[in-house]
């Protein structure tokens, strides 16, 4: 019922700029946590971007000061604009809800960024 739909990934290179989406369906969003992770190739998936409900921003230190994540309640859809995009940041990436009761995730979308 629940589903998360990233989308934005593709080819970029390095110090350009990209911003992706996830639109969420089937939850409350604006009562839900939102997120952002990563997983490069022979890599744990990692933290990127957290968003609350109340709108505080966490972000990772190797990200932070050049993403911004922010959200859309009414649109239900959180966005991840990346800035000063380095080869360090090719991933695939996955949207993230969390509630109260459960934890969701998306497809995932790919971000290259070449040298």
């Known amino acids: 019922q629940v589903q998360l739909v990233e989308s934005g990934g593709g080819l970029v290179q390095a110090g350009g700029s990209l911003k992706l989406s996830c639109a969420a369906s089937g939850t409350a969003f604006s009562r839900n946590r939102m997120g952002w992770y990563r997983q490069a190739p022979g890599k744990q998936r990692e933290f990127v971007a957290h968003?609350?409900?109340?709108?505080?921003?966490d972000y990772s230190d190797s990200v932070k000061g050049r993403f911004t994540i922010s959200r859309d309640n009414a649109k239900n859809t959180v966005y991840l604009e990346m800035n000063n995009l380095k080869p360090e940041d090719t991933a695939v990436y996955y949207c993230n809800a969390d509630s109260i009761f459960q934890s969701y995730w998306g497809q995932g979308t790919q971000v290259t960024v070449s040298s």
């Open positions: 968003i609350s409900r109340t709108f505080t921003t």
